[in-house]
């Protein structure tokens, strides 16, 4: 995740933006204590709407901070 966020900052990039799975609890943790935010919930199909399978998008934005 640092590679990542150095690589966007250093390129200009305002924020980074990413998306996991409702059953990814280890990447959720991993993005959170990455200074990530939950920005919002979509589903990813039909099929996903009808088993509430949710996908959670994330968002750290980049000016100022590590």
Known sequence: CREVLGFA???G????VLSTSM??????RLYEGQGFRRVGTSYP???????????F????????GA
């Open 9 to 11: 900052r250093a390129r």
């Open 13 to 16: 990039c305002g924020a980074v």
């Open 23 to 28: 059953v990814q609890v280890a990447a959720q």
């Open 45 to 55: 199909s039909l099929l996903g709407t009808a088993l509430n399978f949710q996908i």
């Open 57 to 64: 998008h994330y968002r750290r934005d980049l000016a100022g």
